[in-house]
């Protein structure tokens, strides 16, 4: 029996958009796109893993309603990069891109990032849609308009927000995921249940084997939940300009400083996240925001799903000096998001060094 699809809408007035949700939907882009858009052109951005069958399924079917280029990227986080951006700018000039022309972005989040950053600086602006083929891209990456590139100390300090004109998430892309990059994902899955849905983390714990056996009912109403939730908070902070966006970043102050430290590509971001969640759970427990139950809860599922919590092996102190390059650092003072129950987490601010020092040391759990 086929999985009914899905349909989550981001309103956000003139540039709200749709996020299909479906399995084998991915031969539709072209009307997927035609229909929301007049296009004459369009450019699928993709990378050497995703090129076969994806990326060029998805370029296909928009060459059967305009002209279709398919441009390829190495794979990996290293090509967010400042290179890889000019090096695209100087193909979509080949390629007679112009403001008429649309991105098509055909992959996980690395891909999705960096062909919406390129979107949104080529020629000051021009349209682009997200064909997430990632479970960490459609839960998370595709949606919201942040598009950006990583400087080689400071991961997506080069970004714009921008965003798309919609989301075409065909679920059977995941069957051609390798394993570790799926269990990446689920580390964004389940910081939506800390962060906003407490009900949504029970779902999860008591999924596991559908979550690991990629069954279609429950990759379906996870992707479409864990849109809806990150669409909800956008719709109120667009622009993280309120400070309510920033609770998406559960896990990604600690997580981002890792994925850093231990060189872009060592850890998958999801990967990185885990661990960051686990480590922003400890501090919180150490500030009196939580007990331990909480930290051992989300870890017994994190575990559950595939996700290690044990972080590489840094000095505590090359940790927060990294972590003093992060977006969310005010005025020299580092700023956490942390929970204070199941469901309910708050962008901290003025945290001590010596109480992150802590939490990245402690083994007490």
């Known amino acids: 029996m086929s999985v009914p699809q899905q349909r989550v809408r981001v309103s956000l007035g003139p540039r709200s958009y ?3 949700i479906e399995e084998g939907n991915l031969e539709r882009t072209g009307e997927f796109v035609a229909s929301r858009i007049k296009v004459s052109h369009a450019v699928v951005i993709t990378d050497e893993h995703v090129e076969e069958p994806h990326g060029r399924r998805v370029a296909e079917s928009l060459a059967e309603h305009a002209a279709a280029d ?3 990227v190495p794979a990996g986080e290293p090509s967010k990069s400042v290179a890889t951006a000019a090096a695209l700018w100087e193909k979509l000039l080949q ?3 112009d403001r008429k022309s649309v991105v098509v972005a055909v992959g996980g989040g690395v891909i999705g990032d960096l062909a919406g950053f ?3 600086t080529f020629a000051r602006g021009i349209p682009f849609f997200q064909v997430p083929t990632s479970l960490l891209a459609q839960v998370d990456s595709s949606v919201g308009g942040k598009v950006g590139i990583n400087l080689p100390e400071a991961k997506n300090m ?3 927000f921008l965003q798309p004109q919609g989301v075409l998430i065909d679920t059977a892309t995941l069957e051609t995921l390798p394993e570790r990059e799926y269990r990446s994902g689920l580390g964004e ?3 939506y249940g800390v962060i906003l849905d407490a009900d949504f983390f029970a779902y999860l714990e008591t999924n596991v084997a559908g979550l690991l056996d990629r069954h279609p009912e429950v990759l379906s109403f996870t992707i479409a939940r864990c849109c809806r939730l990150k669409a909800d908070i956008v719709e109120q902070d667009e622009r993280e300009e309120t400070g309510l966006r920033a609770v998406l970043n559960y896990g990604h102050t600690f997580g981002h400083a890792f994925e850093a430290l231990a060189g872009y590509g060592e850890l998958l971001h999801g990967e990185a996240v885990a661990i960051g ?3 922003a759970a400890r501090l919180a427990c150490r500030l009196g925001r939580v007990g331990p139950e909480f930290v051992q809860r989300q870890r017994r599922l994190l575990a559950a799903l ?3 919590t044990q972080g590489p092996l840094l000095e505590p102190d090359q940790v927060l000096r990294t972590m003093m390059h992060d977006k969310k650092v005010a005025h020299g003072r580092l700023r956490f998001v942390l929970p204070s129950r199941m469901g309910a987490v708050d962008l901290v601010g003025d945290v001590s060094p010596e109480a992150v020092r802590d939490a990245l040391a402690d083994t007490s759990f």
Request: aromatic fraction near 0%.
């Open 189 to 191: 899955v389940v910081k």
């Open 158 to 160: 080069v970004g714009a």
């Open 118 to 120: 390129v979107a949104a």
């Open 306 to 308: 595939g996700l290690s």
């Open 70 to 72: 398919l441009v390829v």
């Open 95 to 97: 390629l007679g891109t």
């Open 277 to 279: 969640m686990d480590c």
């Open 18 to 20: 749709d996020i299909e």
